[in-house]
């Protein structure tokens, strides 16, 4: 098979170079025709040719399209292939920024990979003006062969500009917008705490930590669904579907698709057929993971009785119910579609910066000592961060911007696609072109980040300390119409595990046996994020940071600090609360402690006082109850009706 494609491509060459002659395409299809025999060869070769034929019409007719306007400067493309081997393929986005020296002082590329044209936007001024002040013209995605096959297309990320889209994105919008956002802030802080707690339990497995807090975030925002540590199905439905459908993302694998999508028809036994196999495989997993959760949101609301569900999905579903038929399975599947998008779009690219934030933690010691100072200074020893010490925490801050510069996680941003064709500052960019913002060379610009290489978070300090006006995030999370509309959550999540995990934990090298540091030279994988692959490191908790204090201390009515303490109040049921925001009963036997924040007995010990969708309640108690144990446990910040202990 693969000869076959490779005999295709250097006949494809051969048309290319007979290009010139005005009736070559009748030419090159006979001679097509007459090179092989074999159906195998001519099942590859004639759709090769009528494509070959294709793009040769194609950039014809762009040429003339352009009416005398330059494309933007680039290398030379080669017949066929084009510019694919000027360019790193495992980290393109290097090659791009390199090309910026070597193509004059423009920092608009252009390349072409086979027959996909591609313009390079290098500088962040220009990925502003084209991307977002001509958003009506760039806010498409560039056509990938295998998303549909794959059950990418479950994630409207990929999405081509349009009214699904549209649907989508304000479906999204409704839960995940700036104000919005801010009721998930008590959730990723617990979230966060929990994170700490399995940390000092298992430092080892830290990229596993980062990746159940990144779960458990977008799980409960979007399905208000609590994974398990360890071994969750929905949890697990995903990493297949991700390990399954992570390949077919790149070029080489969506390219034969592009060319021959009768790959996808062809019988199981037949060469070549692998390819229709992967893809049944990924799309299995793709629904698994789109409506497992989806009925899990749906059958709680229909047998959940005193347990309200507060997420996105329960949420847009009730509200379609005012929608008629046909608008409804339309809204269904928009957030399907949008659901699963949040946690596609958050999981891998939270977890993956709290990565590149723990080696560079690891690496630079005088960093976290540093910001561990400020902590203690602004909030003590005996406390947590809370959102509102933020403003006071600009060392924290500065780290994070740094951590988000230093190694992008999404290099190129996601590409966008041209609608139609524009002149722009005198250049000719083709309609249909995917235009990348490259993130990696914004981040690399000596000129606003010297020794840019280095992660040095004082670049975004004043001299007295403050903040500066230079936010990375201006350019991480993409630019224009499709910029990234989970990022209000993404900074309260990295906030809230970064903040904490400076404020209770310490980063060194490991040591071998002799005691010595074991260093190491970092090494980065570039899937669907890029980001550290596991480093050698020791994480260890503060020396005040003790795991048998209280997590949260109702019966004191202390702030949380640590780990391995149960609480219990039983609350009055006779004053059960009917809160005037949405279906919700709080009261004895409610089993959901996520409900409550900020439980505490007020001074007189006889009522709890605790906070539920941002309102605050204050209602007597007939039993407080405290348990310390000595391991840890998940979820110790909050409330927890399942356990009696000492009664007062
Ligand atoms: C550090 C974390 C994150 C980074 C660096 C990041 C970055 C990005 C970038 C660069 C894009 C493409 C923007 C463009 O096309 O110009 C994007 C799109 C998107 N992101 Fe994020 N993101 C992060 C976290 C999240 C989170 C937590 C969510 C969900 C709650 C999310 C949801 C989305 C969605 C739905 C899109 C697609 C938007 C569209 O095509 O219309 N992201 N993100």
Known sequence: ??????????????????????????????????????????????????????????????????????????????????????????????SYTEMEATYGKCDILYLRLLDQELVILNSQSDALEMLEKRSQIYSDRPFIATLAPYGMDCNFAFAPYGDHWRLCRRIFHQTFRADAALTFRPMQLRRARQMIVNMIDDPNQ?????????????????????????????????????EASCPAITPEKALPLKMFPFLLHLPDWFPGSSIKREANYSKRWSTEMVENPYQYVQKRMETGGELPVISMVSDHITRMQDYDEAYRIEYTEALKKA??????????????????????????????????????????????????????LPYVEAIIRETMRWQPV???????????????????????????????????????Y???????????????????????????????????PGRHTADASLWSAIATMLATLDFSLAKDAGGRDIDFEPTYANGITHHPLTFPCAISPRSHINRSRPAFDPLSGGTPLAIGFRAHIELNPAETIKAKTDVRELGKGDQRPHAFTQLALDESGQNAVFQAAGVTYTQSVVKAAAERVPVAYPEAAYYSPSLAGTTR
Not at 470 to 484: A, E, L, Y
């Open 339 to 392: 659901s699963a998008t949040a946690f596609l779009g958050s999981a891998e690219t939270s977890s993956s910066t709290l990565m590149v934030f723990a080696l560079a933690m690891v690496k630079h010691p005088q960093v976290w000592k540093r910001a561990q100072t400020e902590i203690d200074a602004v909030i003590g020893m005996d406390k947590l961060p809370e959102f509102d010490d933020r403003p006071s």
């Open 1 to 94: 098979m693969n000869t076959s494609i490779r005999q295709a491509e250097r006949h494809l060459e051969i048309i290319w170079i007979l290009s010139d002659n005005s009736d070559f395409l009748m030419r090159s299809l006979a001679f097509t025709m007459s090179w092989s025999t074999s159906n195998t060869r001519l099942a590859l070769l004639v759709p090769a040719s009528v494509i070959a034929v294709d793009v040769i019409r194609r950039l014809v007719l762009a040429r003339r399209q352009r009416k005398g306007f330059p494309l933007p400067p680039g290398p030379t493309p080669v017949p066929l292939l084009g510019n694919v081997l000027s360019i790193d393929t495992e980290e393109p986005w290097k």
């Open 450 to 484: 010297p020794n840019s290489s280095q992660f040095i978070p004082e670049r975004f300090l004043k001299p007295d300390g403050t903040l500066n006006d230079d936010d990375p995030s201006q350019f991480i999370f993409g630019f224009g119409r499709r910029v990234c």
């Open 206 to 242: 830290y990229p596993s930590h980062f990746s159940t807090f990144s779960a458990a975030v977008a799980m409960s925002a979007v399905y208000d669904y609590e994974p398990h540590l360890r071994d969750d199905p929905m949890v697990h439905s995903v990493e297949r579907f991700l």
């Open 410 to 448: 999404l290099p190129m941003g996601v590409p966008h696609a041209t609608t139609t064709s524009d002149i722009f500052k005198g250049l000719y960019i083709p309609k249909g072109a995917t235009v990348i913002a490259n993130v990696w060379a914004m981040s690399r610009d000596e000129a606003r």
